[in-house]
């Protein structure tokens, strides 16, 4: 059983920062690969960075530059670092696990973390 707890959300005015984490439970996180999807009011949720289980990492072009996905697999841990963050921004802020169960994809999600960008 996998179990994903996003945390580090919130209130912060634009052109500020926030971290955010995501802690995995279970003994798959190390072959896993990781995301960062976001969804706001009335918006279909959207990818917004992915890192693989060799490390690799993308970003939807909204973001390059300002934010920065990293995985800690000692830790089971996955962050979002955002920097010159905008009201376009604000979204609920869910992080993703995908592996391969007996050949096929699975893929897990937590409960959300709220992000408002606003002055």
């Known amino acids: 059983q996998v179990r994903l707890v996003e945390s580090g959300g919130g209130l912060v005015q634009p052109g500020g920062s926030l971290r955010l984490s995501c802690a995995a439970s279970g003994s798959i996180f190390s072959v896993a690969n990781m995301g960062w999807y976001r969804q706001a009011p009335g918006k279909e949720r959207e990818l917004v960075a992915v890192?693989?289980?060799?490390?690799?990492?993308n970003y939807v072009d909204s973001v390059k530059g300002r934010f920065t996905i990293s995985r800690d697999n000692a830790k089971n841990m996955v962050y979002l670092q955002m920097n010159s963050l905008k009201p376009e921004d604000t979204a609920v802020y869910y992080c993703r696990l995908d592996v391969v169960q007996s050949g096929v994809w699975s893929h897990y999600w937590g409960q959300g973390t709220q992000v408002t960008v606003s002055s």
């Open positions: 890192i693989t289980s060799g490390f690799s990492s």
